[in-house]
């Protein structure tokens, strides 16, 4: 990866933070671009080639959470890895932004050269992310369309982040089988991922939200103790 070729845009309204981090991450070879609202960074991901979204939960006008929101509809940045910042420990917090679609979390305090290294990881997950030949998986009501990107549950339109059709279509590909939350957490994150395997559960929880929106049906199973298998 030749990371100077990387535009990171941080969103944050304490200047000495994102200043700190921009300066760590153009040290470590990325281009970096900051901003202090949610506004401004909305703006300038439409308007430019931004690689990854470093964004601050607390904004002084449209929150992070709201941030997230729009991008995973936007057309143009719906894929769009994004590092959640916040002042908040507590679970809801971490949990509320990873269904939202965040691909990891930070809680401040940080260690900005631990940001450095998810930067890192988190862009080369996303280069690594390969779309697999045309096909379909057909199960029950439910159709995955491998070349689309898209989940059907009786011609419903199911609406997914990157991350929930990768685990569902883990699941589906692997049926009758029970998947263990660090397994799946190894497969869909990777081996470098820093989370944990509380992550797969609220993907999970997410995943069955959204099925039940169109369908009676609980297609994936708990298997208590272990993990998840698509009945």
Same mark, same amino acid.
């Given at each position: 990866?030749? $990371? =100077? ?5 941080? +969103? ?11 300066? %760590? @991450? ?5 281009? *970096? =671009?900051?901003?202090?609202n949610g506004?401004?960074?909305? $703006?300038?991901?439409e !308007?430019?080639?931004?690689?990854? /979204?470093?964004? !601050? @939960?607390?904004l002084? !006008? ?6 997230c929101?729009r991008?995973?509809k936007?057309?143009? %940045?719906s ?5 959640? /910042? ?6 809801i ?7 939202l ?10 260690s900005?050269?631990? /940001?450095?290294t ?8 996303s280069?690594?992310?390969?779309e697999?030949?045309?096909?379909v998986?057909q199960? $029950?009501?439910?159709t ?6 898209? *989940?059907?549950?009786?011609? $419903?339109s199911?609406?997914?982040? @990157?991350k929930?059709?990768d685990l @569902?279509?883990?699941?589906?590909? %692997? ?5 263990s939350?660090?397994f799946?957490l190894d497969?869909i ?7 944990? +395997?509380? +992550?797969?559960? *609220? ?9 039940? !929106?169109? =369908?009676?049906d ?14």
């Amino acid at each position: 990866m030749n $990371q =100077s070729q990387r535009h990171i845009l941080v +969103t944050d309204d304490e200047e000495y933070i994102s200043e700190l981090v921009k300066f %760590n @991450l153009e040290k470590a070879g990325f281009m *970096v =671009s900051v901003c202090h609202n949610g506004s401004t960074a909305l $703006q300038k991901l439409e !308007d430019e080639k931004i690689d990854l /979204l470093v964004l !601050d @939960l607390m904004l002084p !006008d449209i929150d992070g959470i709201e941030v997230c929101k729009r991008v995973r509809k936007s057309d143009k %940045n719906s894929e769009l890895p994004i590092i959640m /910042l916040t002042a908040k420990s507590e679970e809801i917090d971490r949990i509320l932004g990873l269904e939202l679609g965040a691909d990891d979390y930070m809680t401040k305090p940080f260690s900005v050269k631990e /940001l450095v290294t998810r930067v890192k990881t988190v862009l080369r997950r996303s280069e690594h992310h390969v779309e697999e030949p045309s096909t379909v998986i057909q199960w $029950q009501h439910m159709t995955m369309d491998l070349e689309r990107h898209e *989940v059907t549950i009786n011609g $419903q339109s199911i609406e997914l982040t @990157l991350k929930e059709f990768d685990l @569902l279509k883990y699941l589906l590909k %692997n049926r009758g089988r029970v998947m263990s939350r660090n397994f799946l957490l190894d497969e869909i994150w990777g081996y470098d991922y820093f989370g944990e +395997t509380r +992550t797969v559960d *609220v993907h999970i929880r997410n995943i069955r939200k959204k099925i039940s !929106d169109y =369908s009676e049906d609980d297609y994936i199973e708990t298997v208590r103790g272990v993990g998840y298998k698509i009945k």
